[in-house]
T-cell receptor
């Protein structure tokens, strides 16, 4: 069964540095998402992406964040200047294009640790 | 705004007994409802969804959930629990009025512990 893959599994970065989290969604999916999960807390929606542009974003997704689909297969989340509170698990997800009742398929996540 | 409540941080069940993990939701319109399971150091795995039709939805690994519109609930159930069902379970909702790119709103999760 096709899967969403995320790299790296764990990223350690100094505060203030830029970080790029990478995702390869399922190949025939059209909608892409990033979520985060701070340790011990619930999964929170960050942003969705469709047709090469952001469709929806939460208030968490401020100017420090950006997303890109650079080559038709990868989907990246960039944090420009990391803060301690950015430490979390970041999950990428994708879903088919048949409508919003389709389940989102999640990757195993990238654990981001900001020092 | 939409929201999901999972009132129990942890549910303990003996192996072989039925289990229920509770979820209530709030949306402005009609909901799409989902259950996901998370094992340690893994992403969320889709279990089942309610879209329309029969209020009792069957999903993976013998799980089922019952949609109750009057109580705005979508409780997850299984007739006979297995030790391997021990994991973190998330209920999620999205508003039908939204578009295909809408993010899911998750509950805070319930730890399900099945005791041998």
């Amino acid at each position: 069964e096709p899967e969403v893959t995320q790299t790296p599994s764990h990223q350690v970065t100094q505060m203030g540095q830029e970080v790029i989290l990478r995702c390869v969604p399922i190949s025939n999916h059209l909608y892409f998402y990033w979520y985060r999960q701070i340790l011990g807390q619930k999964v929170e929606f960050l942003v969705s992406f469709y047709n090469n542009e952001i469709s929806e974003k939460s208030e968490i997704f401020d100017d420090q964040f950006s997303v890109e689909r650079p080559d038709g297969s990868n989907f990246t989340l960039k944090i420009r200047s990391t803060k301690l509170e950015d430490s979390a698990m970041y999950f990428c997800a994708s879903s088919p294009g048949q409508g919003q009742n389709q389940p989102q398929h999640f990757g195993d996540g990238t654990r981001l640790s900001i020092l | 705004a939409q929201s999901v409540a999972q009132p129990e941080d942890q549910v303990n069940v003996a192996e072989g007994n039925p289990l229920t993990v509770k979820c209530t939701y709030s949306v402005s319109g009609n909901p799409y409802l989902f259950w996901y399971v998370q094992y340690p150091n893994r992403g969320l795995q889709f279990l089942l969804k309610y879209i329309t039709g029969d209020n009792l939805v069957k999903g993976s690994y013998g799980f089922e959930a019952e949609f109750n519109k009057s109580q705005t609930s979508f409780h997850l159930k299984k007739p006979s629990a297995l030790v391997s069902d021990s994991a973190l379970y998330f209920c999620a909702v999205r508003d039908r009025a939204g578009g295909g790119a809408d993010g899911l709103t998750f509950g805070k999760g319930t730890h399900l512990i099945i005791q041998p």
